[in-house]
């Protein structure tokens, strides 16, 4: 992701663009990363789905 992101960043033409593709990089990312162990953790433990994504 950091990669993509460096690559786009050299042809941001001014502040905005370069805010609005940090965003969308740094979100896919996140997303990537967290989405997979929510959904893991609720079907693991379902009579406590809500207390260990709070947790984790």
Do not use: D, H, R
């Amino acid at each position: 992701m950091y990669l993509i992101y460096k690559l786009t960043a050299g042809y941001a033409e001014n502040i905005y663009v370069l805010t609005i593709t940090y965003g969308v990089i740094i979100g896919a990312g996140v997303g990537s990363v967290y989405g997979p162990p929510m959904t893991v953790v609720a079907k693991w433990f379902p009579e406590k789905k809500v207390s260990l994504q709070v947790l984790c």
